[in-house]
């Protein structure tokens, strides 16, 4: 849908490279990432400034991880629409809660777009 301009894919920059990184022995997944990007015309976001991690260290209690603080610091400056992550370990809906982004797995964003939601008491 990216690839098509339904959606704008963002990503931030050491989140490709460490998928980079892990895909380093799997030489056609890699390419195939690779390529997805590519077709996706993603936007690469950079690495948060020391000072921009810091100013989130209040959500740490939301989060498993310290270095998680750089990917939440970026999502807050660019505060898309959703914040897809398919490990709600670290990126929960504590988070999401407590931050004010819309939080969700990359299979729960699909099923709001296919089942349609339904308001207590309709059809």
Request: hydrophobic share 45%; glycine share 4%.
């Amino acid at each position: 849908m990216a690839a098509s301009g339904v959606f704008d894919l963002v990503l931030l920059e050491p989140v490709r490279d460490e998928v980079l990184n892990a895909l380093t022995a799997r030489p056609g997944e890699r390419a195939e990432f690779e390529r997805l990007l590519r077709i996706s015309r993603a936007r690469l976001v950079p690495a948060p400034s020391e000072s921009e991690i810091t100013a989130v260290e209040s959500f740490l209690p939301y989060l498993r991880h310290v270095n998680d603080l750089a990917v939440l610091a970026a999502a807050l400056n660019v505060q898309p629409d959703w914040f897809l992550s398919d490990n709600p370990a670290h990126f929960g809906p504590d988070l999401a809660a407590a931050s004010g982004l819309n939080i969700s797995t990359s299979g729960d964003f699909l099923r709001r777009l296919v089942v349609p939601q339904t308001r207590p008491g309709s059809l």
